[in-house]
């Protein structure tokens, strides 16, 4: 996984798949995506995260390349070099920190990835607030294969195993499961939270992230962000990409049972 400073969803997806996982790894960076520089938010908070310590590697990338998105493929590829010690049957995760598969659905990918194929849960999307989300259930994300499947058919390198998704999610919307996209996924298996923290995380958010158009106004203008989170309008200006309600009960149950500590976040 990538981090940039979300301590919040790191501990949600860290506990939320605990008994599922063996071992975690997780890299930072010392510029953002955007390019700006920044401090390393891991090793100070490393208490909040004492009950994964023990299996979790850390890996820093001090020294990021010029462009934008070769930096994002820098920090991502720091993770492929640490699987290089990965059995072939071992199962591997690839997915973004906001990116949290439900381990409810765990054997239903186990058994996917074990076929070798590239088990791809849709993912519930909560969009400014974990009040909201969409009405679908979102095609990309987080995927789970074996370590024998990401080298056969991706050469290791978790960079092209997450990149090609870009080119298969037309056909997907479309109904037409695709060669990364099986069509017996099940669906709603998991969460992806995007944008959260109120006017303060988005704009954070948007000035870190490599899609620079989108620091600009409106979009990283308070006002706009907080008509945004209150009715739930797309944040992008998409007519079509209109929120519902989200069931709070629906909501990972780590969330829920330590609500007083991630209220802020709804």
């Known amino acids: 996984m990538q981090f940039r400073d979300e301590l919040e969803l790191l501990e949600i997806k ?52 010029e462009d934008a998105w070769a930096r994002e493929q820098r ?16 199962l591997v995760m690839v997915s973004d ?33 974990l009040r909201w989300r969409w009405p679908e259930t979102w095609p990309g994300g987080a995927r789970l294969v074996t370590a024998r499947t990401l080298r056969g058919s991706y050469g290791g390198d978790v960079n092209v195993l997450f990149g090609t998704y870009n080119q298969d999610v037309g056909a997907l919307w479309a ?9 017996e996924r099940p669906p709603g298996a998991g969460w992806h939270f995007s944008h959260l923290g109120g006017v303060e995380g988005v704009q954070t958010k948007l000035g870190a992230a ?11 203008d308070r006002e706009y962000i907080e008509r945004c989170i209150e009715s739930g309008d797309d944040l992008l200006g998409r007519p079509e990409r209109r929120q519902e309600p989200a069931p709070i009960e629906q909501l990972p149950p780590y969330v829920l049972s330590n609500w007083g500590r ?3 976040l709804w």
């Open 175 to 183: 109904g037409d499961g695709s060669r990364l996209y099986g069509p």
């Open 75 to 90: 920090q991502r590829r720091i993770l492929s070099d640490a699987l290089g010690r990965a059995d072939d049957d071992d």
């Open 14 to 65: 860290l506990a939320t798949l605990d008994a599922v996982t063996d071992e975690w790894v997780l890299s930072e960076a010392r510029l953002t995506h955007a390019g700006q520089p920044k401090p390393l938010h891991f090793p100070p908070n490393k208490k909040r995260f004492s009950p994964w310590l023990g299996k979790l590697t850390y890996l820093v990338d001090s020294d990021p390349p």
């Open 210 to 220: 490599g899609h620079l158009q989108f620091n600009t106004h409106p979009y990283n």
């Open 97 to 129: 920190l906001d990116e949290v598969p439900d381990p409810q659905h765990w054997d239903a990918l186990v058994e996917i990835a074990r076929a070798g194929g590239v088990a791809t849960p849709r993912l519930t999307m909560h969009v400014l607030g």
């Open 262 to 264: 991630f209220k802020h």
